[in-house]
Structures are given as structure tokens and as C-alpha cells.
């Protein structure tokens, strides 16, 4: 068992073998959502390949993982707590990923989508994201974060997303985000994944191989977990994000009102 909770604030652990989290007292027990596979077929680079040790599902999203006693906090500033598990699972020659998602506009708010926060609790993560025109039909940038256990990477508004799993082991992230939005899965599905996959290579630890289902390719900026994170929006590194976010719930105001952090949100991705 990986013991979760003093990386991520909560009585949780891992179970290394089945990749379920176990929900110790005081914390009710999540049934998770399981991507499957079949879900994923589209948007893989080999749609033919199969996982290696032919598992069936891919990856668990628990979803409003809070204590009790936080509950009030929670609902108020309608925000929400998820976890997501990602076993390391090779599709051919691809890392295993999610499936990725932009997420919808957020009603008044000059057409911004509703931004989201992750911070790596296992594992190493490769984040990618990317923006595109209001219609999906051109891709304006693209940008990866390497992060490793601690570090916070956000999700500006208008920018999809998907996590992939670099490393060796099991990848576990957790996140804020607000609640109860639906995300968009059909503009990153429609074009077989996002504007570059993630494959194994002899010699680097990664590479990045072009989508030809996408017209532009403008070049691929690797970002550094950002210290802006930290000094603009809060966090600190060495904090769990959920601790903090409880804390101080100001911080995260920014999920359901990015207008209103609009500058900061921006210098993220320059
Ligand atoms: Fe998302």
C-alpha cells in the first residue's frame, strides 16, 4: 500500500497491486468512475494496439473526495476535490493517459471556460494542454509540464487537457475544480487525441509525435512548473492542495471566477 495522506491531506492510501484507493475513517468510501479501454481507442496514436497485459480498465477518477467536517466549506464555495489514478499501462508504444476534455464556458464570464488546478500526488506526470480557435478548428499553441510529486500545474480557462503517465510507476493526481460543470469531450475525440502523442523513445525519457489529424502544429513549449503557481495564486509547494484550498478557500475563488483573475490566469501559459 502507498500511503497517501501526507502528501495529500486526507486519510487515503493506494493499493499498489489493484490501483484502488483505500478510504480509511473519517472519510466515506468513493465508488470511482473506470475509463475502460474501449473508451480510449479513439484517441490513441495505434488505434489497433492493445495495453500490454491486456487490462481492461485504464484509469479511476474518484470525484468530491472531502472529510465530514469540510463539507460546509465545500458546498459554499462550490468547489470539488477529485482523484485520479493512473496505472502504468503501455498502448504499444504510447504512455497511458486520460482522454482529455476542454471544459464549457462559463455563463457572463466573456467567454471563458472554467479553469482547473492539479497537483501530482504519486508518480510523474507529463500535462499537456492546449488551446484552440472558439470553433476547434485551428490550434493556437500547445504546452507541456513535466511535474513529480508536490508540484501544481494549472489549467488555464479555454485550454483542454489530458495527463499522461511518464513514469515507472503508478500516476496519482489530485485536483480542485468547479462543481458540477460538464466537461466537452468531443472536440479532442473528433481529432483521435490531442495535437501531439506521448511515446516511449530508447534514448529520451519521451517524445512528441505529431497529430496529423490537425491542420497546424505550432511548436511544442515545455513549461516549467511554475513558481508563479505559488506566489500568485498561494499554494505552497511543500502544502497539500487540499489543505490549502480548505484553509484558505479564497484561493481557489479563481475556478468559478477567473474574470476576476484574468492577468494572472493569462501569465500562466507566457
Ligand atoms: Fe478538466
Known amino acids: 500500500m502507498i500511503n497517501l495522506e501526507t502528501i495529500s491531506g486526507l486519510p487515503l492510501e493506494l493499493d499498489e497491486k489493484t490501483f484502488k484507493l483505500k478510504f480509511n475513517p473519517p472519510l466515506a468510501e468513493i465508488i470511482p468512475d473506470i475509463r475502460k479501454f474501449s473508451d480510449m481507442i479513439p484517441v490513441l496514436i495505434d488505434r489497433s494496439a492493445e495495453p500490454k497485459s491486456k487490462v481492461e480498465e485504464m484509469y479511476y477518477m474518484y470525484r468530491d473526495i472531502h472529510l465530514p467536517a469540510d463539507e460546509a466549506v465545500i458546498r459554499k464555495n462550490n468547489i470539488r476535490y477529485d482523484i485520479t489514478v493512473i496505472p502504468p499501462v503501455m498502448i504499444g508504444k504510447e504512455f497511458n493517459k486520460t482522454v482529455g476534455h476542454y471544459h464549457p464556458i462559463i455563463p457572463g464570464s466573456q467567454k471563458m471556460s472554467y479553469p482547473e488546478i492539479y497537483e501530482v500526488l504519486e508518480?510523474?506526470?507529463?500535462?499537456?494542454?492546449?488551446?484552440?480557435?472558439?470553433?476547434?478548428?485551428?490550434?493556437?499553441?500547445?504546452?507541456?509540464?513535466v511535474a513529480s510529486v508536490g508540484d501544481k500545474v494549472i489549467y488555464p480557462p479555454n485550454y483542454?487537457?489530458?495527463?499522461?503517465?511518464?513514469?515507472?510507476?503508478?500516476?496519482?493526481?489530485g485536483n480542485w475544480t468547479s462543481y458540477g460543470f460538464k466537461s466537452l469531450y468531443e472536440p479532442i475525440k473528433d481529432r483521435h487525441g490531442m495535437a501531439y502523442y506521448v511515446l516511449t523513445d530508447d534514448i529520451k525519457p519521451f517524445v512528441m509525435v505529431k497529430n496529423e489529424h490537425y491542420a497546424d502544429h505550432p511548436p511544442v513549449r515545455m513549461l516549467t512548473v511554475a513558481d508563479k503557481i505559488r506566489t500568485e495564486f498561494?499554494?505552497?509547494s511543500t502544502k497539500p492542495m487540499y489543505t490549502s484550498g480548505i484553509n484558505n478557500p479564497k484561493l481557489l475563488e479563481f475556478l468559478n471566477n477567473p474574470t476576476k483573475?484574468?492577468?494572472?490566469l493569462s501569465t500562466i501559459t507566457s
Do not use: P
Not at 160 to 173: F, Y
Not at 261 to 264: G, Q
Open 123 to 145: 508518480g510523474q506526470a507529463l500535462f499537456l494542454i492546449q488551446k484552440m480557435d472558439q470553433d476547434f478548428k485551428q490550434l493556437i499553441s500547445f504546452y507541456g509540464i
Open 160 to 173: 483542454g487537457h489530458i495527463i499522461v503517465n511518464i513514469g515507472k510507476g503508478v500516476l496519482v493526481t
Open 234 to 236: 498561494g499554494f505552497e
Open 261 to 264: 483573475y484574468a492577468i494572472e
